[in-house]
C-alpha cells in the first residue's frame, strides 16, 4: 500500500470512529440521563429507541441553512469547523491496541493537547460571529476557561511522562505492564498516581465543558451560548465535536492512568490481544464517558468566578506541587 | 381604635384628614397633595405603618380612589389611606416612602391613565404601547361596539 | 510609564495620527481614544429564557460578566384579569383567578371566596374550612416542589427537577381526584367548597406523607448538601429585613429575611387556628435562606396535611348561599398565604351580580420589585440564582 493510502485509509477509519461514536455517545446521553432522572430517554424509533440519534442526523441534515442577517457569515460557517476540525485530529493519536493506531507519533500525548487547545478558538469564534450579546459573552468565557484550565490539565499529566519516559501513548500504556505485589495491576491509578488522575479529572471536565464547569455554554444563564444561533448540520458539527472530545479525554484518561488496552491476567504480547485490546480500550473509555455524563445529570454549575479562581488558586498550584514531589521520587527511585 | 390612632398621627403631622372606621378597616382620606407628608407621619408615628402592602385604584364613576394599603406590624393592623383624583389628574409618588409603591404606582398610572409627579420611572407596567386606553376605567369597554355586534 | 503617558504617546507628536494605510475592512482607531476601552453591554434577559420563570423580561446592563443595572420589565402575560372579573358573576371570578397564580390557584381562590363570605356575610362550615386549609397545604407542597426543583435547574443541576414531579404527581393524582382538575381547580367556592374527599383521596395522601419525608431527604443530598450549591448561593442576593418590608415583600422571601410574618398565623383563616406548625424564620436574607425556608415549609406542610386529615370533623361542605351570589355594597379585603406570599383580594361590590372592582395583591409582584435593587453587582449566574429563589410566577405578576 502507498503511503498516501494508508494514510488515507486510517484518516477514513478515524473518521469513521468519530462519527460512530458521535451517534452512539448521544443515544447513551439521553438514555442514561434519561435514567438518572427517573425518565426513560428516547425509546420509540427502532429499538429501545436506538435508531433516535439517526434520525436526529437526518433532521439535522434536512434543516433550513440558517444564518443570522447579523452575523459574520465567514467566520460563522467557518467556527463549526474550526471546533470540528481539531477534534478530529486529535484521534490521530490514540493508541487502540498494541496493533492499532491511526499514527505511532512520539509525542502523542502533547499532540492531543496541541490540537484540543484549538477547540476554544472555534468556539470563540462561533461566539463572536453570531453576533449575539448571549454567544459573545459564551465565548468569552471559554476563552478564559481555556486559558486557566489548559495549564492544570497537562501540568496533571506531566508526572506520568516522568514516570514512562515517554510522551508516547504506546510507551506510557507498556509502563503500565507487570503487577506490583505479584498481582494489582501497575496501572498509574492504583499507584500513588490517583493524586494526578483526580487533578487530571477536574481539569478534563473543564477542558470538555462539562457540568459543572459548562460555562459557554450554561443553558440556564447564556440560554445556549456560544451554539445559541446555530442550527442545522452546524449546529450538529459543534454538538458532535463535543462528544468526540469527550471519547478523546476518556480514551487519554484510560489510557494514562487505566492502563490503556491492558487487561489484567493476559500477557500483553499474546495475539489474542491484537483484537481484545481495541475492545477493552473502548470499553474502559466508556466507562469514563459514563462517569461523565453521571457527574453531568447530577451536580449544578459553578459559577465563572469561582471556577477560575479554583483553576488559578488551588489546581495549578496543586498540580505544579504533585508535578515536583513526582519527579522527586522519580529522581531518587532512580 | 385604630381609627383614633390613625386620626392622632395625622392631625399631629397638620395633615388634614377624614378619618372613618369601615367594613375594611379604619380608613383615612387625605387630599392628594398631603399624601406623602401622609403617608411619612403614618410610617414614622408610633403606630408604625411600616410596610405599604398595596396600592391600587378604582373608579367610583364620577374620579378615581387611590387606595394605600397600610400595615403596622407593632400594633399588629391594617389601615388604609384613601386619595381622591380627577381622571387624568395627578397624585404625588409614595416611592420615596414606600419603596413598594414603586410597581403599583406604575400600574395605576397606565391602567387608571393618572400621573405620579416624582416617581423615577414611570413607563407602562402591563401593556403594550398600543394600548391606550385606560383599561380599568369604567368608561373603557372590554370590548368595542363592532365586537359586541360581531357576537 | 503611566496609562496617561501612554495613551500620549500613541498619539504623534504633531497631533495627527501617522499616515498608515490600514488594510480595507479594519476599522481605524480614532486618534486619541484609548484602544482598550471597553463598554457596558444591555441585554434582553428574557422574554425568552430558560431560567426567568416565564415571560419574565430583565434588562441588564453589564460590564463584562458584572451586572451594573437591571430593570425588569413586564406584561408579556397581561390578560387584564382584573378588568374581565369585572364583566363576570362573582362564580366565574374565580375561575379567572385561578389563571392569576396557575401553580397555586387555590390559594388566590380562597382569597375571593373569603372575601365575598365577608361581603355576603356567610358562615362557611366547620369541615369546609377543614378542607380549605388541606388543600392549601397540598397545592403549597405542589408548588414549593416547582419552586425548589426549577431552583436546581437555574443553579445547573438537572435531576431535581425531574425527581420532584415524582411527588408532584402524587399530590397532583390526589387533586384529581377530589377537584376534578390538575392545575385550575375552581374548588373553593363562596360558602365552602366544591366536594368533599373522595374515597381514594385519603389513602393516597396517607401514601404520599409515608414517603415525603425519604424523598424530602433526597432533596437535601442532591442540594443543600452540595457544594457547589452551597457556593452558588450562600451570601448571594441578599435582601435584609429593612429592604424587605421597604419594598412590601411577603411569604418566604421575606420570613428569610429575618421577618417572621406568615397569614397563617396572624390572621388565621381556614382552619389555621386549630392547627400547631411552625414558621421558619431565615437569618441572612439569601439565596441559601430562601432555599432552606421552603425545604422546612413542605415538611411543615406534610405535617399539617396529617394534622388535617387527622383533625377533619364532619359535616357539610358547602354553606346555603344562593346561585346567583349578589352581595350588598361594600367592600372587603381578605388574605391569604400563598406559597409566595400575601394573596389579597380587594372586593368592591355595588350590590349587583357582578363584582364593581377586583384587585389581586399579587406578592409575586410585590417580590420581584426588589429585583431592581439587589441585582447590580451581582454576576449574570447570579442573576438567575436570584430571579429563581424569588420564586415568583408571571401570570400572577402580569395578571
Known amino acids: 500500500m502507498s503511503p498516501l493510502l494508508s494514510i488515507l485509509v486510517r484518516a477514513l ?25 427517573l425518565r426513560i430517554g428516547p425509546n420509540r424509533v427502532g429499538p429501545f429507541g436506538a435508531l433516535q440519534t439517526s434520525m436526529d442526523v437526518v433532521k439535522l441534515l434536512t434543516k433550513e441553512d440558517f444564518i443570522p442577517s447579523a452575523a459574520d457569515k465567514w467566520l460563522f460557517r467557518l467556527a463549526p469547523y474550526m471546533v470540528f476540525v481539531p477534534s478530529f485530529m486529535a484521534y490521530a493519536a490514540l493508541v487502540l491496541g498494541p496493533k492499532a493506531a491511526f499514527s505511532g507519533l512520539d509525542t502523542g500525548l502533547l499532540y492531543v493537547f496541541a490540537v484540543l487547545a484549538l477547540v476554544p478558538m472555534g468556539v470563540m469564534m462561533a461566539g463572536w460571529a453570531s453576533n449575539s450579546k448571549w454567544s459573545l459573552i459564551g465565548g468569552m468565557r471559554a476563552a478564559a476557561q481555556q486559558i486557566s484550565y489548559e495549564v492544570p490539565l497537562l501540568l496533571s499529566v506531566l508526572p506520568i511522562v516522568m514516570t514512562a519516559g515517554s510522551m508516547s501513548l504506546a510507551a506510557i500504556v507498556k509502563s503500565q505492564t507487570g503487577y506490583a505485589l505479584g498481582f494489582i495491576p501497575r496501572w498509574n491509578v492504583l499507584s500513588p498516581q ?65 492502563g490503556g ?29 459514563f462517569v461523565l455524563m453521571w457527574i453531568r445529570g447530577t451536580l449544578p454549575r459553578i459559577r465563572i468566578d469561582q471556577m477560575l479562581a479554583l483553576g488559578w488558586k488551588a489546581l495549578i498550584p496543586a498540580s505544579l506541587v504533585w508535578l515536583m514531589l513526582t519527579g522527586v521520587i522519580v529522581r531518587a527511585v532512580s | 381604635m385604630s381609627s383614633a390612632a390613625l386620626s392622632s398621627a395625622l392631625s399631629a403631622a397638620g395633615v388634614p384628614a377624614e378619618v372613618s372606621e369601615e367594613a375594611i378597616g379604619a380608613v383615612a382620606r387625605v387630599p392628594a397633595s398631603d399624601l406623602v407628608e401622609a403617608l411619612t407621619a403614618l410610617r414614622d408615628a408610633d403606630c ?57 404606582e406604575r400600574e395605576a398610572a397606565e391602567l387608571f391613565g393618572l400621573t405620579f409627579p416624582g416617581h423615577p420611572n414611570l413607563k407602562r407596567l402591563l401593556t403594550t404601547d398600543e394600548v391606550e386606553l385606560p383599561l380599568l376605567r369604567r368608561s373603557t369597554a372590554i370590548r368595542t361596539q363592532e365586537e359586541v355586534h360581531d357576537r | 510609564m503611566t496609562p496617561e503617558e501612554l495613551s500620549q504617546a500613541r498619539i504623534t507628536p504633531e497631533g495627527e495620527a501617522p499616515a498608515i494605510v490600514l488594510p480595507k475592512g479594519l476599522r481605524r482607531v480614532p486618534r486619541g481614544v484609548d484602544e482598550l476601552a471597553t463598554e457596558h453591554l444591555i441585554v434582553n434577559m428574557g422574554p425568552q429564557h430558560p431560567s426567568t420563570h416565564g415571560v419574565l423580561h430583565i434588562l441588564l446592563e453589564l460590564d463584562g460578566e458584572e451586572i451594573i443595572a437591571a430593570e425588569a420589565s413586564l406584561g408579556y402575560l397581561h390578560r387584564g384579569i382584573e378588568k374581565l372579573a369585572e364583566h363576570r358573576r362573582y362564580s366565574a371570578v374565580g375561575t379567572l383567578l385561578d389563571r392569576a397564580d396557575y401553580i397555586s390557584g387555590i390559594h388566590t381562590e380562597l382569597a375571593l371566596a373569603q372575601a365575598t363570605e365577608q361581603l355576603m356575610g356567610i358562615e362557611v362550615p366547620e369541615k369546609a374550612q377543614w378542607l380549605r386549609s388541606l388543600f392549601s397545604e397540598i397545592v403549597r407542597i405542589a408548588s414549593h416542589l416547582i419552586a425548589i426543583g426549577t431552583y436546581g435547574m437555574d443553579i445547573g443541576a438537572m435531576a431535581p427537577f425531574l425527581y420532584i414531579m415524582r411527588e408532584r404527581e402524587a399530590l397532583l393524582s390526589v387533586l384529581e381526584s377530589v377537584t376534578g382538575a390538575r392545575m385550575m381547580f375552581n374548588y373553593v367556592r363562596p360558602g365552602g367548597v366544591l366536594r368533599d374527599l373522595t374515597p381514594e383521596a385519603e389513602p393516597l395522601l396517607r401514601q404520599f406523607l409515608k414517603t415525603f419525608p425519604g424523598y424530602l431527604e433526597e432533596y437535601h443530598t442532591l442540594l443543600t448538601g452540595n457544594e457547589i450549591f452551597q457556593a452558588r448561593v450562600k451570601g448571594v442576593g441578599v435582601i435584609d429585613r429593612a429592604t424587605a418590608i421597604a419594598f412590601g415583600m411577603s411569604g418566604p422571601p421575606l420570613r428569610a429575611s429575618g421577618f417572621g410574618w406568615d397569614v397563617r398565623k396572624e390572621r388565621p383563616y381556614a382552619a389555621y387556628e386549630q392547627l400547631r406548625f411552625d414558621v421558619p424564620v431565615g437569618e441572612s436574607g439569601d439565596c441559601w435562606d430562601r432555599y432552606l425556608v421552603r425545604m422546612e415549609e413542605m ?16 359535616g357539610d361542605v358547602m354553606a346555603k348561599v344562593p346561585k346567583v351570589l349578589k352581595p350588598p355594597a361594600g367592600e372587603a379585603y381578605s388574605a391569604v398565604e400563598s406559597p409566595r406570599g400575601e394573596v389579597g383580594i380587594h372586593l368592591v361590590s355595588d350590590g349587583t351580580d357582578t363584582p364593581y372592582r377586583v384587585h389581586l395583591r399579587a406578592p409575586s409582584l410585590m417580590n420581584l420589585a426588589v429585583v431592581d435593587e439587589v441585582m447590580p453587582g451581582h454576576k449574570i449566574a447570579d442573576s438567575v440564582a436570584i430571579i429563581g429563589s424569588l420564586d415568583i410566577v408571571l401570570g400572577e405578576i402580569d395578571r
Open chain 1, 13 to 37: 477509519l478515524a473518521l469513521l470512529l468519530m462519527l460512530a461514536n458521535g451517534v452512539v455517545l448521544i443515544y447513551m446521553l439521553r438514555k442514561v440521563l434519561g435514567h438518572l432522572h
Open chain 1, 194 to 258: 490517583i493524586v494526578g488522575f483526580g487533578l487530571f479529572m477536574i481539569a478534563a471536565l473543564a477542558e470538555l465543558n462539562q457540568t459543572p464547569f459548562d460555562m459557554s455554554e450554561a443553558e440556564s444563564e447564556l440560554i445556549s451560548g456560544f451554539a445559541n444561533e446555530y442550527s442545522g448540520m452546524r449546529f450538529g458539527l459543534l454538538f458532535l465535536s463535543e462528544f468526540s472530545n469527550s471519547f478523546i479525554i476518556s480514551a487519554l484518561a484510560a489510557t494514562l492512568f487505566f
Open chain 1, 261 to 289: 488496552w491492558l487487561v489484567p491476567g493476559i500477557d500483553p504480547a499474546s495475539p489474542v490481544m491484537v483484537w481484545l485490546g481495541p475492545a477493552v480500550l473502548l470499553l474502559k473509555t466508556y466507562v469514563g464517558i
Open chain 2, 48 to 104: 408604625a405603618f411600616a410596610m405599604l402592602i398595596d396600592l391600587f385604584g378604582v373608579d367610583t364613576g364620577e374620579q378615581l380612589e387611590l387606595t394605600y394599603h397600610l400595615r403596622s406590624f407593632a400594633r399588629d393592623e391594617d389601615a388604609y389611606v384613601r386619595v381622591a383624583a380627577p381622571y387624568d389628574g395627578e397624585v404625588p409618588s409614595a416611592w420615596r416612602v414606600y419603596p413598594s409603591a414603586l410597581y403599583p
Open chain 3, 299 to 314: 415538611r411543615i406542610a406534610a405535617e399539617l396535611i396529617e394534622q388535617c386529615l387527622d383533625g377533619m370533623p364532619e
